[in-house]
């Protein structure tokens, strides 16, 4: 059972923005913290943004005031807005619902951004 579908993903110049989204059940809205985490080639997986439920945003040092992660409650769905990207942006992108230990309890399939510059 698909519990997140990510999209918005794809092939972009250096500057250029994307938007991603992941659209979730609407249990998991409810009730969990959402985020995105990404992995590049050769690289370990590593955080990106996150969301709680309450609307308490961390992001990592490396996207602070370029991306912006949001909530649309009515749509059940999660955004990445990625604006200004770079070549090292380039990775899959993953949507992650509902923290267990130190990880999370669903991830989506994950999105390919190629930034070229």
């Known amino acids: 059972q698909v519990q997140l579908v990510e999209s918005g993903g794809g092939s972009v110049q250096a500057g250029g923005s994307l938007k991603l989204s992941c659209a979730a059940s609407?249990?998991?809205?409810?009730?969990?913290?959402m985020g995105w985490y990404r992995q590049a080639p050769g690289k370990e997986r590593e955080l990106v943004s996150i969301?709680?439920?309450?609307?308490?945003?961390t992001y990592a040092d490396s996207v602070k005031g370029q991306f912006t992660i949001s909530r649309d409650n009515a749509k059940n769905t999660l955004y990445l807005q990625m604006n200004s990207l770079k070549t090292a942006d380039t990775a899959v992108y993953y949507c992650?619902?509902?923290?267990?230990?130190?990880?999370?309890?669903?991830w989506g399939q994950g999105t390919q951004v190629t930034v070229s510059s």
């Open positions: 992650a619902a509902c923290p267990s230990g130190l990880g999370y309890r669903y």
């Open positions: 609407g249990y998991i809205f409810r009730t969990c913290g």
């Open positions: 969301i709680s439920i309450y609307g308490t945003i």
